[in-house]
């Protein structure tokens, strides 16, 4: 039994497991709550309203999480998760600009979270290459 765990345990904190799941629980928030994702949609973006830019990269985070959950397309999906992360860079360079003047608390939350954009995509480059099954 014990043995058993061990393995659940493993394979429920694969790197692909972990991605798909963070993935679809941001991809949710965009539709739940989506006032915090509208603010940093860039301002230069075509289009109407920033609701639909905040609606479409949530739908595609909920696409990316269901290809790297699945072990027969999680290649193509991380290397997508990857690309979502590079495309919503410019979203987290709106967020520094846009937070310059506040606090030094949310400062360091906006400038902070610029450079977590390079781990991620080696997480999703990583977790493209997580054959092994869940």
């Known amino acids: 039994m ?3 765990l ?3 345990s493993r394979r429920h904190m694969r790197p692909a497991t972990v991605l798909a799941g963070t993935v679809a629980t941001t991809g949710v928030l965009h539709f739940v709550a989506p006032q915090p994702f509208d603010m940093i949609v860039p301002r230069s973006l075509p289009g109407p309203p920033r609701r639909g830019w905040t609606h479409l990269s949530g739908a595609a985070e909920l696409a990316v999480a269901v290809m790297v959950a699945a072990p027969r397309t999680r290649r193509l999906g991380g290397l997508a998760a990857a ?6 860079f410019p979203a987290n360079v709106q967020l520094a600009l ?3 003047r506040r606090p030094l608390p949310h400062r360091l939350v906006a400038y902070g979270r ?3 954009q390079l781990p991620l995509v080696l ?3 990583h977790a493209s290459r997580d054959t092994a099954p869940g």
């Not at 690309?83 to 919503?88: D, K, M, N, R, Y």
């Open 114 to 116: 610029l450079p977590l």
């Open 6 to 8: 061990d393995r659940m």
């Open 98 to 100: 846009d937070w310059r």
């Open 2 to 4: 014990h043995g058993t």
């Open 83 to 88: 690309a979502l992360f590079v495309a919503v």
């Open 123 to 125: 997480w999703a480059l």
